[in-house]
């Protein structure tokens, strides 16, 4: 079974840019969680997506939104970019959202920008 | 305000003997935790969990002891590989947060031969 996917690995932007993230969760898996993790810092949460819907958001700004398709697959975007959006971005499914389900992570996203 | 915390970003432990990643938390509605662990330029693995009815849960080299009235999570690794030097994250979910984990920041584990 392919594990989690996310695509680009690696994303150079500048100043004022916008991004999108996408991860495609293991076949079958339907909750999809993004969080962010910088240097020192534990992984953040963004925001949980399930059947299309988001279901839960961390403490970020607007312009941080994401979407998940019919598929489950999820994209995230950062509008207007600043520096301390530099961070890695994690992306992990689960079969089912809440509860005790185990959480499998994507190898992340590394987004620099300048 | 940190939630979960792990006090100790670095850990350094001989091969072969045991490494104690320690974690503590403040909220009370967290009802299960659970252990990452993360190598560069991947994403974080599953390594053990344990619910807030057990105080130990053990899993091959990997042990997990709760101790709910400090609400105090420790892992025990025994013994310790080369191999397992990597950063290791704690998380604790519950009904207050909507079962979403939260994070420690990590502690980084150099297990030197």
């Known amino acids: 079974k392919a594990g989690v996917t996310q695509t680009p690995r690696y994303l150079i932007k500048t100043r004022g840019q916008q991004v999108t993230l996408s991860c495609s969760p293991i076949?079958?898996?339907?909750?999809v969680s993004w969080y962010q993790q910088t240097p020192g810092q534990g992984l953040q949460f963004l925001f949980e997506?399930?059947?299309?819907?988001?279901?839960n958001k961390g403490n970020f700004p607007g312009r941080f939104s994401g979407r998940q398709f019919s598929n489950s697959r999820s994209e995230m975007n950062v509008s207007t970019l600043e520096l301390g959006d530099s961070a890695l971005y994690l992306c992990?499914?689960?079969?089912?959202?809440?509860?005790?389900?185990?959480?499998?992570f994507g190898p992340g996203t590394r987004l620099t920008v300048l | 305000d940190q939630q979960v915390k792990q006090n100790s970003p670095s850990l350094s432990v001989q091969e072969g003997r045991i490494s104690i990643l320690n974690c503590d938390y403040t909220?009370?509605?967290?009802?299960?935790f659970l252990w990452y662990k993360k190598y560069p330029a991947e994403g974080p693995t599953f390594l053990i969990s344990i619910s807030s009815i057990k105080d130990k849960n053990e899993d091959g080299r990997f042990t997990v002891f709760l101790n709910k009235s400090a609400k105090h999570l420790s892992l025990h690794i025994v013994p310790s590989q080369p191999g397992d030097s990597a950063v290791y994250f704690c998380a604790a979910k519950g009904r207050g947060g909507s079962y979403i984990p939260t994070f420690g920041r990590g502690t980084s584990l150099i297990v030197h031969p």
């Open positions: 997506y399930f059947s299309e819907t988001q279901r």
């Open positions: 992990a499914s689960s079969f089912q959202r809440g509860g005790y389900n185990e959480q499998f």
């Open positions: 909220n009370s509605m967290f009802d299960y």
């Open positions: 076949s079958g898996h339907r909750s």
